[in-house]
């Protein structure tokens, strides 16, 4: 089946380590992808995305994300983790590839972070 | 510039009572959406439009009706509302570019179904 996986549900980090939070997704052709961010009580704010050409995507907020086609993931990466980091973090794919028919989204991973 | 508003931000309902969600956009976007956000589930498609006088059925359409009669506006109705819509729904918007479609999302609005 056709999905979008994120298999952290919590990831807890202390302020100022660096972060990784995965997503793998399973479609038969590369579907574009998307990071997205929602703070607690706010809506969705778009990260990053990835449509095609260099595999190594740069963010707001200091985020980036790198596409590996061998491994179907597109993982998210910071590498110094802020207090105000700590939100839901959902990744997100776009199997039309540029269609109106929305996005998938994955169930998301709580991002924790310690003093 | 506003960019996508919900209203209301908050409703409690009883079951069977129905009620409409209403999504403005000022971005002049062609596309719009309704999903809804449940713990442990991500966000879930519930009905989408290509553009004005346009509807389709998304991942979870069941139980909802929407409407699109002005470009701006995307209405999600609850005829007869069940606990288990008890949720947090997003609506966004987007536009079409060639190889791209991003969405830009409101707020939310909680509903919970006693």
């Known amino acids: 089946a056709q999905s979008v996986t994120q298999p952290d549900i919590h990831i807890t980090v202390s302020e100022g380590a660096s972060l990784e939070l995965r997503c793998n997704y399973s479609?038969?052709?590369?579907?574009?992808l998307f990071w997205y961010v929602q703070s607690p009580g706010q809506g969705l704010q778009l990260l990053l995305k990835?449509?095609?050409?260099?595999?190594l995507v740069q963010g707001i907020k200091g985020f980036e994300a790198e596409f590996k086609r061998s491994q179907s993931s597109f993982n998210l990466r910071k590498p110094s983790v802020h207090w105000s980091d700590a939100a839901e973090y959902f990744c997100?794919?776009?199997?039309?590839?540029?269609?109106?028919?929305?996005?998938?989204f994955g169930k998301g991973t709580h991002l924790i972070i310690q003093p | 510039n506003a960019g996508v508003t919900q209203t209301p931000k908050f409703r409690v309902l009883k079951t069977g009572q129905s009620m409409t969600l209403l999504c403005a956009q000022d971005?002049?976007?062609?596309?719009m959406y309704w999903y809804r956000q449940d713990p442990g589930m991500g966000l879930r498609l519930i009905h989408y439009?290509?553009?004005?006088?346009?509807?389709a059925k998304g991942e979870v359409p069941d139980g909802y009706n929407v409407s699109r009669l002005k470009k701006q506006n995307f209405l999600l109705g609850l005829e007869s509302a069940a606990p288990s819509q008890t949720s947090v729904y997003f609506c966004?918007?987007?536009?079409?570019?060639?190889?791209?479609?991003?969405?830009?999302f409101g707020a939310g609005s909680r509903l919970t179904v006693l």
């Open positions: 990835y449509f095609s050409g260099d595999t």
């Open positions: 971005m002049n976007h062609e596309y």
């Open positions: 966004a918007s987007s536009y079409f570019t060639p190889g791209a479609n991003v969405l830009t």
């Open positions: 439009s290509v553009g004005e006088g346009t509807t």
């Open positions: 997100a794919v776009d199997k039309s590839r540029g269609g109106a028919d929305g996005l998938t």
């Open positions: 479609y038969g052709a590369t579907p574009y």
